[in-house]
Structure formats: structure tokens, C-alpha cells
């Protein structure tokens, strides 16, 4: 198990390639969808830049707040895990959470959102760019994913209005 | 279905009938896809005397089994149809998302049949498809069309179009998809112009699935390792790009400078190179759907008369602008790069059609009155104005938009168009390259560098170093290229990926995707089989033994300097040597034998 261990995201390396859609998505369902992946490369072509976003495993998850079964709980390395058993699909956390980070696979009749895979997230596996990777993060990497996590709160935000 | 989504749509553009029809999977088993099952298609359906831009040619938007699954750059669609630059069967592929995304709106392809009487564009949306209106839209660039469609449709739907030069039927046109990526050779947009359909705008949430998620996944895995590994895929392209190419043709003496009149060393190369493009203008690598290569390039040029933003210019782009009309101002080729882009033409024949025009012109064929202005070789601000004006075509530009052949045939001198079968060869001086003149003499689409690419191992010497300045062993290393990349284009994935991986490699992604237990031999044979029936669409369509050959000039004037300094391509020893090889009689028409063996009926 990665204890300790964080998604950390460069933007600035991203290709925009998506490979970590198609790892994630085949890794959760066994075949090539972006709709059922954990992580979407947001691309803003003007700017010039790609943003693959997958979840924060917020301290604080709203979308663990709102669910009124109880579905979704933090394991012991902080890691935000959907309960399939007791989640009812009624979509509250969709809406709560800041990021757009849940979605939902209407097949499966399940929610999709960011395991880490269980420690070995397939996302970082495959980048090649080193975008995404796995690691034990020092305290200016995780000033640095803060940061990319506020500026996506402005732009949802911005989206949103 | 595993691999393929196992549906097509079928489009009549004269009286608006949509429908769907399931995919051939004998045909697809034979074919792959993409390119191969492409040209399947469009034989069984269409008169290979048709007239390119007449109603009666069709239009094929084709994937392949891989595409949009997670092998190696498996972002890649094919368009195929009669091409109006060659008169050959026209196929051009290209990457991005778009071929992806059609799959997963639920098809394998779509077919255009006819003409519609006012411009309009397809939109599938989810298994859906409805014709509609693009009369708002004639007119307007590449990049204002995909910013409409994607505004009028859906935030994350894709989109491939046509610019004004294909409306404008430039013989040259092509088709753009996720704005910067091109269907790009032999005049395909002409063909969707013709048919007044401005764009098609896909967008799905389904999925592709393969027959062997695990094995496929094993293979995807073993090939992105060699893909990381290999200095070319794992090194070279990700940091310079393709015109990292610059240099190192250059110091073999194989840069085609100034029409090919003055040789292959281009005494600016270094101004206009790979390594120039990333310290100057290079904003950052860009990589089409699941590519661990990226080598696409977003430029800037931040001031100055050329200023602008895009994406390129590739090797071969850089070098028609470059080398090829001797201009050494990077900031005008990437200029002009992003005008073809925006406008929708291929560089390589536009570049290569101003180059002919600057030879015209210095010898004193065609006149100043003619052109509006000087031509001569090197004139940065002329390539750039030409360029524009041929997007339009206006003024001189009407008779650029014809490309170089017809251009100077115009004239007189068709000898001093670069073309084969009068479509433009690229960036490959094949007088000091000698296994890319037989490339080029025998390419199924006229003058072109990605039906075989024997750049590999004679100049970077991959998988093995061939000297590229004789001519034994290059027809039958050749005849691999060409079946090998007629399989990689078939089965959705690019070409580059075969600097780092061979037949074994992407045998197993095909077998495992699409559930059929193939040898290696017999994937390779399927190549074979699409070569095969590219080479009897061309001859129904009135090519001969006289038109599998090279500009006079390759043949007659030796190069001046450099490593193959007084060498000419021998063509002649070549192309007996190789017609032997592909087992066609000695006028280059396959036997009854070789067609029955390859099951080609």
C-alpha cells in the first residue's frame, strides 16, 4: 500500500494524450471508455494547456458529507472509497463535489471515482510524460497540488456562473 | 464485437438518407480496417474511372480495430476515397481524437455518398446522425468552424472539416480534425468541398472493448516500454519533434534544396531545425489520443510580421517552406504552416509548389506581370503571401492550387515538377536515399514518404543499418515497409511507432484486440493483400509501368556534393528487381497466382 503516498499533477508536462482516461477507465471496467474513467484531461487549447483532474482525497470530502447512507468513508491511509454495497445511486455527491470528480456508470449502475487503484494508481503507471505520478509528496508538492486544486475551484466556479 | 464496433453509417448527401448497416466482419478480418478495409469498401462500391470531384465519388471516415483502445498511439482514422491531386486511390490518416470519438458515439465509420445541394454537416451524436445545415459556416477557417460545431453541439464533441481551400476545391486540400490534425495528402477536403459537406462532429459515451483484456494489456504494456526505451520515440520526438529530421538529413546530404536543383545540403538548416523550432518558437510537446510519443509541437511566434500561434511545422512541412524554396526565416515557415492549417492545405505540395514556381520564375518561364511580385528563391515574405493566396485562390494563387504539376506543365516544363504521379515528394533528396526512390516510384498514392519509409534503416538505422547510397536489398526491404505500414495504417495505430516496434509486437495488439488467432506471417500478409488491391484500383483507374517512376531530374542530374555526391537513383535495377519480389509480371500488374494466393477478389 502507498502509505503516505499522493496523485501529484505537473500540468506544465501534460501532452494532453489521455492515455490515463483509457488506463483508468480499463482498469475499473475492462474496456476503453472515457465516461467511466476517474480522471478527464481537461484541454484549453487557447492557453495552451492540459489538465488531467482525478480526486483531491480532500480532508474534508463533501461528497463523503452528503451521503446520507454512509456509503462513502475514508480508509486508513485517507484514501475516499465508495461502498458499493451501501451506495443507493442517488447521485447527491455528484453535485457536492467542488472538483466534478464523481461520476456515475449508468452499466454498472455504480459510482466512478478515484481508488488509487488500491496503491498503484494506473494513471501515474502510464504516463509517459511524468504528469501524474505516485509519490510520497514533500510539503511543496502538496502546496503545489493545493494550488492547482484552488485554481480548478476557480475555473468550475467560473464555468459554473 | 472485440476491436471493431461492428457498424457503419452510410450517408446519401443527395437525399439526406441516413442509415446504418453492419460492418462486413469477413471483409474486416481480411482488411483490419482504417486504410485496408477502407479501400475494400470503396472498390466494391465505386468506378476506379470515377471523376474525383464528381457526386458519383464517395467518401469513407474509417477507425480501425485498435483505434481508440490503449495501444500505442492508437488515435488514428483513415479517410478514403478517389484523390483528386493523383487520380490514385487517395488515403490519408490522421490522429488527435476524433477517430476515438466516433467509436465511441457507436461506429466504425461513415460513408458519403453524392452531393448536397447546400453545405451542411453531419453530427452523430450516441448512435444518432442528422444532417444539418452549415450554410453559417462556408466560408470560415478550420479553427472558427471547430469553434462553432463544438459551441452548436457538445463541449467535448470533435471535429473534422474542411477550411476554404477545400471548399474552394485546391487540389490539395485537406481534411482538418481537432484543428491542428490533418487527413492531409492528395486533395482529400477537395473531395468533401465537392460535396458541399463542411464538417462531420462526433460525440459518444460508449466503449470499445477488446477480446482479451488481459493478454491485450500485457501487449499494450511491452510495447510502451520499447516505445519509452527506443531513442527515437523515447528521446528524439518527444523533445524536438519531427523536424528533428532537419539536421540529420542535412548531414547526410539527402535535404532537398531549392526544387531539388541545388542538392541535398541546404546551407541554412541549422536556422530552420528541430532543435532552432524548440529554442525559439516551441511552447510544448503535444500528443494525440493515448500517444506516449508527443511529438506534436504548439508554436508561438510571439512578434514580428509573422507573428501567430499553432501547432508544427512537422519535418516535411518545415522543409517545403524551408530548405526546399531556400528560406532560412523560421518564424515564415511556421507562419505558413499555421495559414495551412487554418485554411485547411497540405504544406508539402504547397511548399513544393511554390519551389517549382520560384524555379519557373528564375528562369525566366514565368514573369513577374504573372506572378504580382518577385519569386525568387528565398523570399520568406513571398512563400507566406502565396501561401495565403492560395488558400483563396486568388491571383497567382488560382494556378499554385493546382499543384506543381499541372503548374508546370502549364508552362511546358512538367519536368520541373518534384511529383510522382504528380503528387509532391517529400524532404528525402532519394539521389543520396537510394531505397526512398524506389519508395516513391512505387507509392500507391503518387510521391509520399509514409508508404514504406525506408528512412528508417537507411538513415537512422532502424531496425538495422542499411547504406543508404546503394541500391542492393532495397526492394525487398521496401516490400516490408510497405505491407508492415499498410497493416500499422489499417489498424488504427501511427507509423511512428514502428522505429521501436516490429511485426511481433503489433501482430499481438491486433490478434488480442479483435479475438482472431493470426500468425505473424498472416498479419503481415494481410498488409500484402491491402498493397495488392491499392496497386488494381490504380491500374483500373489507367495507371501503367510508365508512371511508377521518378522526376527526370532524380534520374539525370547527379547530386553536386555531400556523401552521395554523383550518384543519380537508379530506378531501373530497382524496380525490376522489385516487381520480381512482389511477384507482378514485368509490367508491374499482379499474376492471377499472387492475387489468388492473397485471397483478393
Given at each position: 500500500m502507498g502509505m503516505g503516498k499522493v496523485l501529484i499533477v505537473s500540468p506544465e508536462k501534460c501532452t494532453g494524450c489521455r492515455t490515463c482516461e483509457m488506463a483508468c477507465s480499463f482498469s475499473k471496467t475492462n474496456s476503453f471508455n472515457p465516461q467511466k474513467a476517474a480522471v478527464t484531461v481537461f484541454q484549453y487549447d487557447e492557453a495552451a494547456i492540459s489538465v488531467p483532474v482525478m480526486c483531491m482525497q480532500c480532508e474534508e470530502?463533501?461528497?463523503?458529507?452528503?451521503?446520507?447512507?454512509?456509503?462513502?468513508?475514508?480508509?486508513?491511509?485517507?484514501?475516499?472509497?465508495?461502498?458499493?454495497?451501501?451506495?443507493?445511486?442517488?447521485?447527491?455527491?455528484?453535485?457536492?463535489?467542488?472538483?466534478?470528480?464523481?461520476?456515475?456508470?449508468?452499466?454498472?449502475?455504480?459510482?466512478?471515482?478515484?481508488?488509487?487503484?488500491?496503491?498503484?494508481?494506473?494513471?501515474?503507471?502510464?504516463?509517459?510524460?511524468?504528469?501524474?505520478?505516485?509519490?510520497?509528496?514533500?510539503?511543496t508538492e502538496l502546496n503545489k497540488k493545493r494550488l492547482v486544486a484552488d485554481k480548478f475551484m476557480e475555473l468550475f466556479q467560473e464555468v459554473n456562473k | 464485437m472485440s476491436g471493431w464496433i461492428g457498424k457503419l453509417l452510410r450517408v446519401n448527401l443527395s437525399n439526406g438518407n441516413i442509415k446504418e448497416e453492419p460492418l462486413n466482419l469477413n471483409d474486416a478480418k481480411l482488411y483490419l480496417g482504417a486504410r485496408g478495409l477502407g479501400t475494400k469498401i470503396f472498390m466494391n462500391e465505386v468506378d476506379p474511372k470515377v471523376e474525383p470531384l464528381s457526386p458519383e465519388n464517395k467518401l469513407i471516415f474509417l477507425t480501425g480495430p485498435l483505434t481508440g483502445t490503449l495501444a500505442s498511439s492508437a488515435g488514428r482514422y483513415e479517410v478514403v476515397t478517389k484523390a483528386p491531386l493523383t487520380g490514385?486511390?487517395?488515403?490519408?490518416?490522421?490522429?488527435?481524437?476524433?477517430?476515438?470519438?466516433?467509436?465511441?458515439?457507436?461506429?466504425?465509420?461513415?460513408?458519403?455518398?453524392?452531393?448536397?445541394?447546400?453545405?451542411?454537416?453531419?453530427?452523430?451524436?450516441?448512435?444518432?446522425?442528422?444532417?444539418?445545415?452549415?450554410?453559417?459556416?462556408?466560408?470560415?477557417?478550420?479553427?472558427?468552424?471547430?469553434?462553432?460545431?463544438?459551441n452548436e453541439t457538445n463541449a467535448s464533441a470533435r471535429v473534422a472539416c474542411i477550411g476554404p481551400a477545400g471548399e474552394k476545391g485546391v487540389l490539395y486540400a485537406t481534411i482538418m480534425n481537432d484543428k491542428h490534425r490533418a487527413a492531409g495528402r492528395s486533395g482529400l477536403g477537395a473531395v468533401m468541398g465537392s460535396k458541399n459537406l463542411k464538417a462531420v462532429v462526433v460525440k459518444g459515451t460508449g466503449s470499445?472493448?477488446?477480446?482479451?483484456?488481459?493478454?491485450?494489456?500485457?501487449?499494450c504494456l511491452d510495447a510502451r516500454a520499447k516505445l519509452k526505451a527506443n531513442p527515437v520515440t523515447g528521446a528524439g520526438l518527444?523533445?524536438?519533434?519531427?523536424?528533428?529530421?532537419?539536421?540529420?538529413?542535412?548531414?547526410?546530404?539527402?535535404?532537398?534544396?531549392?526544387?531539388?536543383?541545388?542538392?541535398?545540403?541546404?546551407?541554412?538548416a541549422e536556422d530552420t531545425s528541430g532543435e532552432a523550432l524548440s529554442e525559439?518558437?516551441?511552447?510544448?510537446?503535444?500528443?494525440?489520443?493515448?500517444?506516449?510519443?508527443?511529438?506534436?509541437?504548439?508554436?508561438?511566434?510571439?512578434?514580428?510580421?509573422?507573428?501567430?500561434?499553432?501547432?508544427?511545422?512537422e519535418y516535411e512541412a518545415g522543409w517545403s517552406f524551408g530548405a526546399d524554396c531556400g528560406v532560412r526565416d523560421l518564424a515564415a515557415v511556421c507562419k505558413a504552416?499555421?495559414?495551412?492549417?487554418?485554411?485547411?492545405?497540405?504544406?508539402?505540395?504547397?511548399?513544393?509548389?511554390?519551389?517549382?514556381?520560384?524555379?519557373?520564375?528564375?528562369?525566366?518561364?514565368?514573369?513577374?506581370?504573372?506572378?504580382g511580385r518577385d519569386l525568387q528563391f528565398g523570399d520568406a515574405d513571398a512563400v507566406v503571401e502565396f501561401t495565403k493566396l492560395t488558400a483563396v485562390r486568388k491571383g497567382f494563387g488560382d494556378k499554385l492550387a493546382n499543384g506543381s504539376y499541372r503548374l508546370?506543365?502549364?508552362?511546358?516544363?512538367?519536368?520541373?515538377?518534384?511529383?510522382?504521379?504528380?503528387?509532391?515528394?517529400?524532404?528525402?533528396?532519394?539521389?543520396?536515399?537510394?531505397?526512398?526512390?524506389?519508395?516513391?516510384?512505387?507509392?500507391?498514392?503518387?510521391?509520399?514518404?509514409?508508404?514504406?519509409?525506408?528512412?528508417?534503416?537507411?538513415?537512422?538505422?532502424?531496425?538495422?543499418?542499411?547504406?543508404?547510397?546503394?541500391?542492393?536489398?532495397?526492394?525487398?526491404?521496401?516490400?516490408?515497409?510497405?505491407?508492415?505500414?499498410?497493416?500499422?495504417?489499417?489498424?488504427?495505430?501511427?507509423?511512428?511507432?514502428?522505429?521501436?516496434?516490429?511485426?511481433?509486437?503489433?501482430?499481438?495488439?491486433i490478434r488480442t484486440a479483435v479475438g482472431v488467432?493470426?500468425?505473424?506471417?498472416?498479419?503481415?500478409?494481410?498488409?500484402?493483400?491491402?498493397?495488392?488491391?491499392?496497386?488494381?484500383?490504380?491500374?483500373?483507374?489507367?495507371?501503367?509501368?510508365?508512371?511508377?517512376?521518378?522526376?527526370?531530374?532524380?534520374?539525370?542530374?547527379?547530386?553536386?556534393?555531400?556523401?552521395?555526391?554523383?550518384?543519380?537513383?537508379?530506378?531501373?535495377?530497382?524496380?525490376?528487381?522489385?516487381?520480381?519480389?512482389?511477384?507482378?509480371?514485368?509490367?508491374?500488374?499482379?499474376?492471377?497466382?499472387?492475387?489468388?494466393?492473397?485471397?483478393?477478389?
Open positions: 470530502p463533501a461528497c463523503m458529507k452528503v451521503c446520507t447512507v454512509g456509503a462513502i468513508y475514508k480508509d486508513e491511509n485517507g484514501t475516499v472509497l465508495v461502498d458499493k454495497k451501501k451506495c443507493i445511486g442517488c447521485k447527491l455527491c455528484i453535485s457536492a463535489c467542488p472538483f466534478g470528480n464523481m461520476s456515475f456508470n449508468a452499466d454498472e449502475k455504480t459510482m466512478v471515482k478515484c481508488d488509487l487503484c488500491g496503491g498503484s494508481p494506473k494513471c501515474a503507471e502510464l504516463c509517459t510524460s511524468g504528469t501524474i505520478q505516485f509519490k510520497e509528496a514533500t510539503p | 490514385t486511390i487517395g488515403a490519408s490518416n490522421s490522429g488527435g481524437h476524433f477517430g476515438p470519438e466516433l467509436k465511441f458515439a457507436g461506429y466504425d465509420g461513415i460513408i458519403f455518398e453524392g452531393k448536397a445541394e447546400r453545405p451542411v454537416y453531419l453530427y452523430v451524436n450516441n448512435g444518432e446522425a442528422e444532417l444539418r445545415s452549415a450554410e453559417h459556416l462556408w466560408g470560415k477557417t478550420v479553427f472558427e468552424t471547430t469553434d462553432e460545431l463544438v470499445v472493448d477488446v477480446a482479451k483484456p488481459k493478454e491485450f494489456m500485457a501487449a518527444p523533445t524536438y519533434g519531427t523536424q528533428i529530421l532537419v539536421n540529420i538529413l542535412n548531414q547526410s546530404g539527402a535535404l532537398p534544396t531549392r526544387n531539388w536543383r541545388d542538392g541535398g545540403i541546404f546551407e541554412n525559439k518558437y516551441l511552447v510544448k510537446a503535444k500528443g494525440c489520443f493515448a500517444c506516449s510519443i508527443g511529438c506534436g509541437r504548439v508554436t508561438r511566434i510571439p512578434d514580428g510580421k509573422f507573428k501567430g500561434m499553432g501547432e508544427g511545422p504552416n499555421f495559414i495551412c492549417n487554418e485554411y485547411g492545405l497540405d504544406p508539402i505540395t504547397l511548399g513544393s509548389t511554390i519551389a517549382c514556381a520560384m524555379e519557373l520564375y528564375e528562369k525566366g518561364i514565368v514573369n513577374k506581370e504573372e506572378l508546370a506543365e502549364e508552362y511546358g516544363h512538367s519536368e520541373l515538377s518534384m511529383s510522382v504521379k504528380k503528387q509532391e515528394m517529400p524532404a528525402y533528396d532519394a539521389r543520396g536515399v537510394q531505397g526512398m526512390g524506389l519508395e516513391y516510384a512505387t507509392s500507391n498514392r503518387g510521391g509520399c514518404h509514409v508508404r514504406g519509409y525506408m528512412t528508417s534503416p537507411e538513415i537512422l538505422g532502424l531496425p538495422q543499418k542499411l547504406d543508404p547510397l546503394v541500391t542492393d536489398e532495397k526492394a525487398q526491404w521496401l516490400k516490408i515497409f510497405q505491407d508492415l505500414t499498410a497493416v500499422v495504417d489499417s489498424a488504427g495505430i501511427c507509423l511512428f511507432t514502428t522505429f521501436a516496434l516490429g511485426l511481433p509486437e503489433i501482430a499481438e495488439m488467432n493470426y500468425t505473424d506471417e498472416e498479419v503481415l500478409r494481410i498488409g500484402e493483400r491491402i498493397w495488392n488491391l491499392e496497386k488494381i484500383f490504380n491500374l483500373k483507374a489507367g495507371f501503367t509501368k510508365a508512371d511508377d517512376s521518378l522526376p527526370p531530374r532524380l534520374l539525370n542530374e547527379p547530386l553536386p556534393e555531400g556523401p552521395g555526391k554523383g550518384l543519380v537513383v537508379k530506378l531501373d535495377e530497382m524496380l525490376t528487381e522489385y516487381y520480381k519480389i512482389r511477384g507482378w509480371k514485368e509490367d508491374g500488374e499482379p499474376t492471377e497466382e499472387k492475387l489468388s494466393e492473397l485471397a483478393i477478389v
